[in-house]
């Protein structure tokens, strides 16, 4: 905790006491109620007043100081030693080498745990530090590594970000399925276009009803485009 935020905890402090001695003390008019939410309206103008005052001295301060807003979050958000030192044990027997601490939190930043590796890992894939940051962007999760696999899909750790940045769901594809489309129509990069251009199962449901027979992909992708 920085020197900064250390004094505005005394200052608030000070003036916690200072308030309450001044409701104690004061003239006996009121109610203890009113006392108390005019001492809780003071203690909150009092807190803002110093965040805002220590705030505004590191943007006009000395550089190279700490921001104790930063100091807060950074407190709230930074996980305990031994939640770090835990990640980094196990990232070491999975296969990733002694990680510094720096590099153990730069990971945490990006959503990579050692549990979601683990979790990835199960499920067949063994992701370098880089491609599970990359995961994580993509919104990749076991769940949907899982579920590509089960419906037949042998996809490499890129084709999974690609396919769920392009917002191809275990949920479509499944679907897709269901109303007769192969695994062999469904390639990756069918499945990328469709999504790309809003092709979903409900759209395929209602050009099936309409004409009687699957459309193919392609007049899928077209019918699509032209309803935009």
């Known amino acids: 905790m920085s020197t900064k935020f250390k004094n505005l905890k005394n200052d608030l402090q000070d003036l916690e006491q200072e308030v309450e001695g001044s409701v104690r003390g004061g003239t006996s008019t009121g109610s203890s109620s009113g006392n108390s939410k005019v001492a809780n309206y003071i203690l909150l103008f009092a807190f803002v007043a110093v965040l805002l005052f220590y705030a505004g001295n590191r943007i006009s301060g000395v550089v190279g100081d700490i921001n104790p807003i930063e100091d807060i979050v950074q407190a709230i958000e930074e996980p305990s030693n031994d939640i770090i030192e835990g990640m980094g044990n ?134 699509a485009i032209s309803n935009q």
Do not use: C
């Open 90 to 223: 196990w990232m070491e027997d999975m296969g990733y080498g002694q990680l510094t601490r720096e590099e153990l939190l730069a990971l945490r930043s990006e959503g990579v745990t050692a549990t979601y590796t683990s979790q990835i890992r199960d499920v067949g894939y063994e992701p370098t530090l880089e491609q599970l940051v990359e995961l994580q962007r993509a919104d990749v999760s076991a769940t949907y590594a899982r579920m590509m696999n089960e419906l037949g899909y042998d996809l490499t750790v890129d084709q999974l970000s690609e396919t769920r940045r392009n917002g191809v769901t275990a949920y479509f594809t499944s679907n897709m399925m269901d109303l007769g489309y192969t695994l062999e129509e469904l390639t990756v990069d069918e499945l990328i276009g469709m999504r790309s251009v809003g092709v979903d199962h409900e759209m395929a449901e209602d050009l099936i009803a309409e004409r009687g027979e699957r459309p193919t992909i392609a007049e899928l992708k077209r019918y």
